[in-house]
């Protein structure tokens, strides 16, 4: 697919003429290549496509580039690829990556290349990715079952007395076990009033009885990740927790419903806020509904009021609204979604309903 994906870029770079695009960001060389190192550059032009990285990774490099030539640098990899044959051709347009390049970098590209130009060009790259290929989602789903299976494995040890920490490292542990490459990101595990916090990474605080407990993790297969979040109670919930968790619960099954090809991200988040506001805690959902996952953890279509973007086929995004008050704790649920032209399609198969644990 490598060779597909940096073609289709190359018709981007052909409409608005660009002799060649310089990509340095590792996570979009990972998606346009396969390469999966920590140290790389990518030159595209109009025939050709050119990888360069250091030689820690030569055997690596060699075994996983697809649709490019592998360089093995001896030098840094920009003053490397400034020696291509052609590419000091006088008025030369390149594009580059406003938004992965230091000011310090651009510079220093300029000064090797002195005679191109240098375009800002993230734009070009800033969808890849959004829509899935089947061998993605396929990916993503493997992630979604690991998350889902560590979830179930790690319910038993919420008890009063045992520390957020302890139990982000065992179900870190879990999805190890179950093939995760890495956790998709730092695993949130929030309790009590730190619950509150969206992005309470787990801490040594110690679970107490009646504590809300958040939980929201991933899990990457293949450089694909997973995102869920599920919000349980340590022994019997209040009617107050009930509440606000209901409200929740409704509020992420209107937005689940709203999901469909053509429908605009904005549309989504509505559909999930205003059964908050309604229920009076609008001030207590500050952050957007949702965001695409993929080779990223959070990449687009956004969900969110301030939302651009409109959902499109094969689309994975995330629905995850939440209710958050300060000094007493928080609710959040989230699912992994794949946009059809029929709807939306929920990855996840880990209990919703309120577990009293």
């Given at each position: 697919?490598?060779?597909?994906?940096?073609?289709?870029?190359?018709?981007?770079?052909a409409a608005e003429n660009l002799?060649?695009?310089?990509?340095?960001?590792?996570?979009?060389?990972?998606?346009?290549?396969?390469?999966?190192?920590?140290?790389?550059?990518?030159?595209?032009?109009?025939?050709?496509?050119?990888?360069?990285?250091?030689?820690?990774?030569?055997?690596?490099?060699?075994?996983?580039?697809?649709?490019?030539?592998?360089?093995?640098?001896?030098?840094?990899?920009?003053?490397?690829?400034?020696?291509?044959?052609?590419?000091?051709?006088?008025?030369?347009?390149y594009g580059i990556d406003g938004?992965?390049?230091?000011?310090?970098?651009?510079?220093?590209?300029?000064?090797?290349?002195?005679?191109?130009?240098?375009?800002?060009?993230?734009?070009?790259?800033?969808?890849?990715?959004?829509?899935?290929?089947?061998?993605?989602?396929?990916?993503?789903?493997?992630?979604?079952?690991?998350?889902?299976?560590?979830?179930?494995?790690?319910?038993?040890?919420?008890?009063?007395?045992?520390?957020?920490?302890?139990?982000?490292?065992?179900?870190?542990?879990?999805?190890?076990?179950?093939?995760?490459?890495?956790?998709?990101?730092?695993?949130?595990?929030?309790?009590?009033?730190?619950?509150?916090?969206?992005?309470?990474?787990?801490?040594?605080?110690?679970?107490?009885?009646?504590?809300?407990?958040?939980?929201?993790?991933?899990?990457?297969?293949?450089?694909?990740?997973?995102?869920?979040?599920?919000?349980?109670?340590?022994?019997?919930?209040?009617?107050?927790?009930?509440?606000?968790?209901?409200?929740?619960?409704?509020?992420?099954?209107?937005?689940?419903?709203?999901?469909?090809?053509?429908?605009?991200?904005?549309?989504?988040?509505?559909?999930?806020?205003?059964?908050?506001?309604?229920?009076?805690?609008?001030?207590?959902?500050?952050?957007?509904?949702?965001?695409?996952?993929?080779?990223?953890?959070?990449?687009?279509?956004?969900?969110?009021?301030?939302?651009?973007?409109?959902?499109?086929?094969?689309?994975?995004?995330?629905?995850?609204?939440?209710?958050?008050?300060?000094?007493?704790?928080?609710?959040?649920?989230?699912?992994?979604?794949v946009v059809t032209r029929s709807?939306?399609?929920?990855?996840?198969?880990?209990?919703?309903?309120?577990?009293?644990?």
């Open positions: 697919m490598s060779v597909q994906r940096i073609d289709q870029l190359r018709k981007s770079m002799d060649g695009l310089i990509v340095s960001d590792l996570n979009k060389i990972r998606y346009l290549t396969g390469y999966t190192g920590s140290s790389g550059l990518l030159f595209i032009s109009g025939k050709k496509a050119d990888s360069y990285t250091d030689s820690r990774y030569t055997v690596q490099a060699k075994k996983q580039v697809k649709g490019a030539r592998v360089h093995i640098a001896r030098t840094a990899l920009n003053q490397e690829m400034a020696k291509l044959p052609g590419i000091q051709t006088r008025n030369l347009l938004e992965a390049m230091t000011v310090a970098e651009r510079v220093r590209l300029q000064a090797l290349l002195p005679q191109a130009q240098l375009i800002p060009s993230e734009h070009l790259t800033v969808e890849l990715g959004w829509v899935k290929e089947k061998s993605e989602i396929d990916l993503i789903k493997k992630a979604v079952t690991i998350s889902d299976i560590a979830f179930e494995r790690i319910l038993n040890l919420v008890r009063p007395g045992i520390r957020e920490r302890e139990l982000a490292a065992e179900l870190e542990y879990q999805m190890l076990m179950l093939g995760s490459e890495r956790p998709a990101f730092e695993s949130i595990v929030a309790s009590g009033y730190r619950s509150a916090m969206p992005h309470g990474v787990a801490s040594s605080k110690k679970l107490k009885k009646g504590d809300f407990v958040t939980f929201d993790f991933g899990a990457t297969v293949d450089g694909y990740v997973s995102d869920i979040t599920r919000t349980v109670v340590v022994g019997k919930a209040t009617s107050r927790q009930k509440k606000i968790y209901d409200i929740v619960a409704r509020s992420q099954k209107a937005g689940i419903r709203k999901v469909k090809a053509g429908v605009a991200g904005v549309a989504v988040d509505a559909a999930c806020r205003d059964i908050i506001k309604k229920a009076g805690y609008g001030k207590n959902f500050g952050h957007g509904t949702g965001h695409g996952i993929g080779f990223l953890v959070h990449t687009g279509p956004r969900v969110s009021p301030l939302s651009k973007d409109k959902l499109r086929p094969n689309n994975v995004i995330t629905i995850e609204p939440g209710i958050y008050v300060d000094g007493w704790g928080g609710v959040r649920i989230e699912d992994d979604v709807g939306g399609t929920v990855l996840n198969k880990a209990e919703k309903k309120l577990l009293e644990l």
